[in-house]
């Protein structure tokens, strides 16, 4: 089947436009990120913004927790290559600073600025700028009246019930630039509160959950979250909200817009196999070595590196190029045909070259190059595969030597 044919069917939901990124109404779904900086170091923050957008953010958040940080705002937002979201808490004249300052968004948390005066003098300040507003509700920060009326729960119910508590305030004074998240770290309740929300509003959803924690369980956590909204057609832009660096927040947003097909590729994916009994070398060290070398090259394309030339090259027949060991040496293929024998040292390097030439020169005339040495590195391979077997046999795993033990004990 054609993976490029298959696309997730959207809900339908308004378009709002943070600087010059539209958010919902069918528009590319968008990776936000934040800073980790003090928003007042204005040299700091900016070249965290740049790392962030580099490494796939199109929106970025700062906070804009004290008078100084709402300074650094103004002297940020002009020097900025993305749209930059104020984040406030509890003082609602930050909020009204940030947008002196010319920020794209703004984000409230209706639990801690309680006031409906308050959110209402915020949203009457950005309708005149026409900037809109980011509704966070947080799992974590329920407004204490909703806890009273779930009896002290927090359910899908109670937060959807805060946002459209919300949403009526800025109805009130005829604001409906607005963006919605429902967040919390508990996966399934972070699921079911948006799934609840996408069917009673057409804002734009911001989809996270909140607090996932460090990697790895942080990325699955937020992963699990987002991705099933996301294949169920809900969401419009996303945070991954890791207790790390912030460039892994927005690197881990394109990666799953990148494999939902959501998003055009612009770095490298790059597969490797599990490795198994047959492999030929640490596939996890060169896989390591492989991701550090691509990190954030925009090279688009599919690299494998696969432990073996005995089923390498062919389970890794829809990438692009790969590389698959050999009797220590690697044997590079494009698209699944060997096309020369390198060293082993030199299995990463020659990966980095050759997906440059192909993104440079293309397909045809990596292929055109590769003329003069197919041949031999075919043998090669071939000699590998031989010897490989003739070591290790066809079982190299002693699948059958299991499959038999169960048989036995059954
Ligand atoms: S058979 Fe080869 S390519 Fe497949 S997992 Fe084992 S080492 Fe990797």
Known sequence: MDAGAVSFPRAKTRQIMVGDVPVGGGAPISVQSMTITKTADVDGTLEQIYSLAAAGADIVRCTCNEPEAAEGLARIVPRSPVPIVADIHHQYRRALEALEAGVHCLRLNPGNIRKPEHIKAVAKEAKDRNVPIRIGVNGGSLDPAMYDKYDGQVTPEAMVESALQEIGYFAEVDFDLIKISVKASNVPLMIEAYRQLSEVTEHPLHLGVTEAGPPPAGIVKATAGIATLLAEGIGDTIRYSLTADPIEEARMGRVLLESYGLRERKNVDLIACPSCGRAEIDVYKVAEEAQTAFADRQLP???????????????????DLGIAAGNKRGHLFIQGTNV???????????????????????????????????????????????????????????????????????
Request: proline fraction near 1%; hydrophobic fraction near 45%.
């Open 301 to 319: 394309l599919q690299v494998a590196v696969m432990g073996c030339v005995v089923n390498g090259p062919g389970e890794a027949r829809g990438a």
């Open 340 to 410: 020369a024998v390198v060293a082993e040292d030199e299995m990463v390097s020659t990966l980095v070259e050759w997906a440059e030439f192909i993104h440079t020169e293309g397909m045809d005339a990596a292929l055109a190059r590769a003329e003069s040495t197919r041949a031999g590195a075919r043998k090669a391979a071939d000699e590998d595969r031989r010897r490989n077997l003739n070591e290790l046999g066809e079982d190299a795993n002693a699948s059958e030597q299991v499959v038999e033990l169960l048989r036995k004990s059954r």
